[in-house]
């Protein structure tokens, strides 16, 4: 996953804009993951390749390696005969199982990562929360998914510093950052997942792996306790 934030000006998430040729398959990539992240493509949705092609005024191969990208990180599901779609939206039972296993796996991470912590690493981790905690201006919904890219890095660092790279690659290939945060877009989501944050990476600075476990855990179970209300509101909107 490239975890990079544009430094120009947002696009308008609204709007088909042209792609510079330069980079093209990452500007491409950054197009649609900006449209799957803010729902303007919507989860489940069939996505035409061919109007792809006129809205980004670009050839097929550079879209078809982009949703090649964006299928590694669950969000394209690529079906034989039919071709690409949205991944649909997490389900209640699907959330609930995804954060009983990070309850299992990422506080234990956090603790073996505080204690193997260094300089480069805390260093390393603290130039992606300020990633994070930085406004960005423009489009809300695209400040939203530079936000769930940055903390999908975020928790993976963690991971690869506490060194067990079966459990990193279980957590990764559950994309549960680009799961959760499709999930709900408003600003508490993001303010108080900074608060904690900043409580695991004072654990991390004072090399405590009890305190980083615990603000790790503690992180997680609020997250899901912000997100929890969507699935209703979701009900009653079907309900309507």
């Known amino acids: 996953m ?12 609204g709007r088909p804009r042209a792609i510079n040729r330069h980079g093209l398959v990452d500007d491409v990539y950054e197009a649609i993951f900006n449209q799957l992240m803010a729902l303007r493509i919507a989860p489940g949705a069939r996505i035409n390749v061919d109007n792809l092609v006129r809205d980004l005024s670009v ?4 879209i078809r390696e ?35 296993l990070r309850l299992l796996l990422e506080p234990d991470g956090a603790r073996r990562a505080a204690e193997a912590m260094n300089q480069d690493r805390l260093l390393v981790l603290r130039q992606i929360a300020d990633v994070m905690s930085v406004p960005q201006g423009g489009d809300e919904r695209m400040r939203y998914s530079a936000f769930a890219r940055e903390d999908a890095v975020f928790h993976d660092k963690i991971m690869e510093f506490a060194g067990n790279a079966l459990i990193r690659g279980t957590l990764a290939h559950q994309h549960a950052h680009f799961h959760i945060f499709r999930l709900m877009f408003h600003a508490r989501v993001t303010e108080e997942a900074l ?14 792996g009890k305190a980083a476990e615990k603000a790790m855990r503690e992180h997680i179970v609020r997250s899901r306790d912000r997100l929890l209300p969507a699935f209703e509101e979701a009900r009653r909107d079907q309900a309507r």
């Open 2 to 13: 490239r975890s990079s934030v544009s430094s120009g000006e947002p696009a308008d998430l």
């Open 59 to 62: 050839s097929h191969t550079p």
């Open 66 to 100: 982009a949703l090649g990208r964006l299928e590694g990180e669950g969000l394209v599901v690529k079906t034989h005969l039919i071709g690409y779609s949205a991944a649909p939206q997490i389900t209640r039972r699907g959330f609930e199982e995804l954060y009983e």
């Open 195 to 208: 608060d904690e944050h900043e409580a695991v990476m004072d654990a991390f600075t004072d090399g405590s």
